[in-house]
């Protein structure tokens, strides 16, 4: 196990941060910090070719490393990884995945260089006891902390530089300011994260007056049909993350399950509100902001559109 010296004098940074979308989002503000720790170093991002063009857009990275994640059992392509890696000479690593994957890297990759996270026996180690019951944000800032760093934004993540300007999309599909954007889906490997009454939801926010927008993911388009509003997609097709997060810039509120683009909408500074059931605590995901809400029960499916139009009306009034 190496000194743990306190990192500021890297010269050249890696961040591993795979996955998934939520997870990169909240992410941000910890790669805020990590440049501002260091000004001068040059600091590349290992992720997953998913994620590619998005941390490739963050103006506070200097390059993006792809990993395909091939299976380990494939040594060639282990091997041409553990080449990439040892190429880019780097002096100091935060593994913000922290996953059994990362571990490997650590091991059998870049077991020489200082490193910040859980694997055993690295240089600046995360000292919480149970970092994976801990909330995503506060995980984050534990672990920098705990390598030395000054913390001041890796717990205000903030991504509404990913926006695009998407003036002339809304105007070709009729959407006028102030909308509402519901975001009634997520992954298909999760149908339980879905709450099944955003067609009422939707019908009433309209008969108040409101404007209701979607924009659909590939696995909501079917969904989406069912609902009564405005979708983007049959006039623009699917939309690019960056064509999303301008959509949840400009909306006056949003809708959405425990999913990517609800996390996204948070960390826009957009205001909203997310329904979760119990497969997984809303506390841990960092998703509750000061003006992103939630609404938590046990079965998604005897949650009460009044409860749930209830708590938009308030908010929306408390704007």
């Known amino acids: 196990m190496q000194t743990a010296a306190f990192p500021a004098d890297a010269k050249r940074v890696l961040v591993i941060k795979h996955g998934a979308f939520g997870d990169v989002i909240q992410a941000e503000g910890a790669l805020r910090d990590i440049r501002a720790n260091h000004p001068h170093a040059h ?33 060639d392509a282990m091997w041409a990884l553990r080449k990439t890696l040892r190429a880019g000479h780097f002096d100091m690593i935060y593994d913000l995945q922290n996953s059994s994957r990362t571990a490997f890297y650590f091991r059998w990759m870049l077991k020489d260089c ?5 694997a055993k026996g690295c240089s600046h180690p995360h000292r919480a006891a149970e970092p994976k019951k801990i909330r995503t944000l506060d995980r984050l800032a534990g672990q920098l902390a705990d390598a030395g760093l000054r913390i001041e934004r890796t717990l205000t993540p903030d991504v509404s530089w990913l926006a695009d300007d998407v003036s002339e999309l809304l105007d070709k599909a009729g959407a006028r300011k102030p909308y509402i954007v519901l975001v009634p889906g997520c992954s298909a490997r999760h149908p339980q994260k879905r709450w099944p009454y ?22 909501e388009v079917e969904l989406a049909r069912t609902i009564p509003g405005i979708k983007l997609t049959d006039t623009h097709g699917l939309l690019s993350w960056y064509e999303l997060a301008g959509v949840f810039k400009n909306a006056d ?7 990517g683009p609800s996390h996204l909408a948070s960390h826009i500074g957009t205001p909203g509100l ?27 499916s005897a949650l009460a559109v009044e409860r749930v139009l209830a708590e938009v009306k308030r908010r929306l009034e408390a704007v």
Request: proline content about 6%; overall charge negative.
């Open 198 to 219: 955003y067609d009422k939801l939707a019908a009433a926010l309209i008969a108040d007056g409101h404007e209701v927008v979607l924009a659909p993911g590939p696995d």
């Open 43 to 75: 600091i590349a991002v290992l992720t997953t070719p998913a994620y590619r063009g998005l941390i490739a857009r963050a103006p506070f990275i200097d390059e993006v490393v792809v990993d395909a994640r091939t299976p380990r059992w494939r040594l």
């Open 274 to 300: 997310a329904l979760f059931g119990s497969y997984s605590p809303a506390e841990r995901t960092g998703i509750a902001r000061e003006n992103f809400g939630v609404i938590e029960v046990e079965d998604l």
């Open 114 to 118: 200082r490193w910040s996270g859980t």
């Open 253 to 259: 509120f949003v809708v959405g399950n425990d999913t």
